[in-house]
Structure formats: C-alpha cells, structure tokens
C-alpha cells in the first residue's frame, strides 16, 4: 500500500448533503417512551453498528464492543436492574426535586424492542496505546464517539435511541455476562418512532434550560473565574 | 409550554438524506497535515459550534465550554507542550516501535488555522446531576458527544478535524488560562481539506487493523474469556 495512492480528493458535500447532516444533528432526540414494537432487521442493525465502528478511536484501538439484546426476558431484568439503581438515584436528589424527578420516564428498556450494551476494552491493544498515553479516558472517549454515531446514524433510518445510564455496574455485568475488567460505556434503546419531541424532553419538561451558545464559547482564553 | 404540543412527526429521511449521514460517517477522518491554510469563517465556525451544542447531555447538563484558538503565537505555544509531551509519549514504547511511532505526525496544530479546545464543568449543575448519580463519568460522555457532533459537521462543511490527546493537561490549562477545577477533553485542529486518506491514516500507515466488525458485535452476552 503507497501512501501516497491512498490520499484522494476530499468528496465535497452538497447543500443538501450538508443539510442533512444538521438534520440529523439537530432532530436527534434522546427517546424514551416513542418507540414502535416494529422489528429492526438485522441489515439495519448492522448499518447501524457499521457505522459505530467506524468512530474516531485512539490509536486505530477499536476497543469498543456492541453486545445486542433483543429478548424480552433479558430486557426484564437489565429494567429490574435500572429500577433499583433508580431508587437510589431518587433519594440523592433534594426533596424539592425528587418529585419532579419520578414523574420523568428516564428509559424505554422494555418498550424498545432492541437494545444495545456498548462497552470498552481498555487492554485491547496492550498497556501503552498511541494517543493513551497522556489522558487515559481517551480509550472510553473513542468509545463514546462510537455511541454517537450510532445514535445520528439510527436518526437518519428512522429509528429513536435513548442512553440509559442509571445502573450498578456490577448489576449489568451480571445480567450480560460481562467480564469484571470491561468498562460499560452505554446501555441503549432502540426503535422505530414516528414522534419526537421538537427540542430536549428534560428542556420541554422544564427540568434544565437550553444554554445561549454564546455562554460556552470563549475566544483565545477561558474567561470568568475559576 | 404543553407536554403534548412539543411532540410531532419524526421527520423521516430521505434515501439521499440518509447517504448524506452515513458519507459524513464514513468520511470522516483524523486529520493531521491536509489542512489549507484559508480561513474559517465566524459564520462556519458559529454552525460548527451549533451542531456541538446540540449534542446529547446527561441531565441537560451541557457541561461543555469552547475556546477558539487562531493566534499564530497561542497555537506555537500549544504546540510546544505538544512536542514535549510526545517527548515523553515516544519513550513509553517498545524500542521496536519507536521510529515507527516518531514518522507518524500526530497533530496539525500550527498547520491548521483554527484550533478548539473543548472542556467540561462537572460542576455546572450542582453535585447530583440527572443520569449521573451511578455513572460519574455520564458528563464527559456528553461533552464527548458535541465533539464528535463537531467532527461530522466539519466534515459536511468541507473542514477537517484532528484530535489532539498526547499533552500534559497542566501545561494546556496554564496557556488557556482553564481553571484547575475544569477538565479538558479535547484538543482540536481544524481547516479546510481538498484531499483526505480513504481509510484511517494509522491503517494505511501499518499501524494498527481494521477489526472485522463481526468480532466486536455479541448476541445477547458477552462472548468469550474474560
């Protein structure tokens, strides 16, 4: 393989094109509670993960893994496993909140007729990894880009995505088997919808606001204190 | 605001919409010398900063902070903490991987007329953040997801996108002036590309494979040892 051979113009993207990549960005919705029981196919799921796996990763690693549960029973029990994690969650919050804070529906596990667990290898390619090894979150990070793909990706074939994240680690591992050494990343809902929400649902719900832009970005310098 | 209202029809995507996603996936690369020197226009820049601010966050948290860096000195000196940490990173491979390691360019930071540092305040809402209360790492997570956001877009703009992990994080938050509290997440060089590797450059370079995607994809458990 020449270097060289391997370099070629960089396809550029229509207005269109260019469109819909804001259209996915802007439309994705992390869902909850609009899934269709409609089967996603197989063909589908593996566009999906293709695309996942062709994330950004540190040091070409790849060390992400995709385990897929579509069984009812299996789905039962990772929801048991987020209903207890969620009590505790609960009891974290001030009073004032707590009640708010039940009434939001904060996943689709049985609802959504096919999940995904997306976890890291942090040991995939040895101790020292090309770009690991001044931040050694990057591996999970790469993991996360993955997560994202996956999640636009799904938007632009119709199908709602949520991340859940309200688990004991150790409950979850259980359930899928899952080696102690392995990092979990995401556990996610995926279904057809024909409905989504036109902004955040935590925004709508009026459980955070939307920040103006201009508040996070900053020029040359970080400014305000610290 | 009514609950109900703020539900509408998921926009379905047409065949053409959806290629244009799976494009932006597919390629997307980590850039690191292709950059052109032309300007990145405020417009662009604004859009790009856009697409990252609408990225998933845990709790509606939007932890994240964008400082933009176009000063020739400012990038010179980030460099230079750059060069001295992959100083560092050089020394931790094996001796048979060394020259290998030093042929490789890492970065494009002087090349590339716009740099993004990207941070995360894990403070911003407080210490029980929805999404977060098991899973610490949730708001790096999101912050994670607006780069890749970032990255996508970029792409559909006609803008590569290189992220820069080997620094000393005390070295970059004293040149940006990021309080101790905030955590960097990354570090991006980003211009305009006429040319882009077809496959990731750390492939084509020999340095790592591609896996086959059916090795990272499990039915319902985790397959294999542990």
């Given at each position: 393989m020449q270097n060289k051979s391997a370099l070629a113009a960089a396809a550029p993207?229509?207005?269109q094109e260019r469109e819909a990549v804001y259209k996915a960005i802007f439309t994705r919705r992390d869902v909850r509670d609009q899934f269709l029981p409609d089967t996603v196919?197989?063909?589908?799921?593996?566009?999906?993960?293709?695309?996942?796996?062709?994330?950004?990763s540190v040091g070409f690693m790849q060390p992400w893994n995709f385990i897929i549960i579509r069984a009812q029973e299996e789905r039962e029990r990772?929801?048991?496993?987020?209903?207890?994690?969620?009590?505790e969650?609960?009891?974290?919050?001030?009073?004032?909140?707590?009640?708010?804070?039940?009434?939001?529906?904060?996943?689709?596990?049985?609802?959504?007729?096919?999940?995904?667990?997306?976890?890291?290898?942090?040991?995939?390619n040895g101790d020292v990894v090309l770009g690991r090894t001044h931040n050694t979150n990057m591996d999970l990070y790469s993991t996360v880009?993955?997560?994202?793909?996956?999640?636009?990706?799904?938007?632009?074939?119709?199908i709602g995505m949520g991340w859940v994240s309200i688990f004991r680690d150790a409950d979850l591992k259980g359930i899928l088997g899952i080696p102690n050494r392995i990092e979990i990343v995401a556990y996610l809902c995926l279904?057809?919808?024909?409905q989504l929400y036109t902004r955040p649902e935590l925004e709508i719900k009026g459980w955070n606001k939307r920040m103006p832009l201009e508040d996070v970005v900053f020029e040359g310098k970080w400014r305000g204190g610290s």
């Amino acid at each position: 393989m020449q270097n060289k051979s391997a370099l070629a113009a960089a396809a550029p993207f229509s207005e269109q094109e260019r469109e819909a990549v804001y259209k996915a960005i802007f439309t994705r919705r992390d869902v909850r509670d609009q899934f269709l029981p409609d089967t996603v196919s197989d063909d589908v799921v593996q566009r999906l993960l293709k695309a996942a796996h062709h994330a950004p990763s540190v040091g070409f690693m790849q060390p992400w893994n995709f385990i897929i549960i579509r069984a009812q029973e299996e789905r039962e029990r990772v929801w048991q496993a987020f209903s207890s994690a969620n009590d505790e969650a609960v009891a974290m919050f001030p009073d004032n909140r707590q009640s708010q804070y039940k009434s939001l529906k904060l996943e689709g596990i049985r609802k959504s007729p096919l999940n995904i667990c997306v976890t890291c290898d942090r040991d995939r390619n040895g101790d020292v990894v090309l770009g690991r090894t001044h931040n050694t979150n990057m591996d999970l990070y790469s993991t996360v880009c993955a997560v994202q793909n996956l999640w636009l990706a799904a938007r632009a074939e119709g199908i709602g995505m949520g991340w859940v994240s309200i688990f004991r680690d150790a409950d979850l591992k259980g359930i899928l088997g899952i080696p102690n050494r392995i990092e979990i990343v995401a556990y996610l809902c995926l279904g057809y919808v024909d409905q989504l929400y036109t902004r955040p649902e935590l925004e709508i719900k009026g459980w955070n606001k939307r920040m103006p832009l201009e508040d996070v970005v900053f020029e040359g310098k970080w400014r305000g204190g610290s």
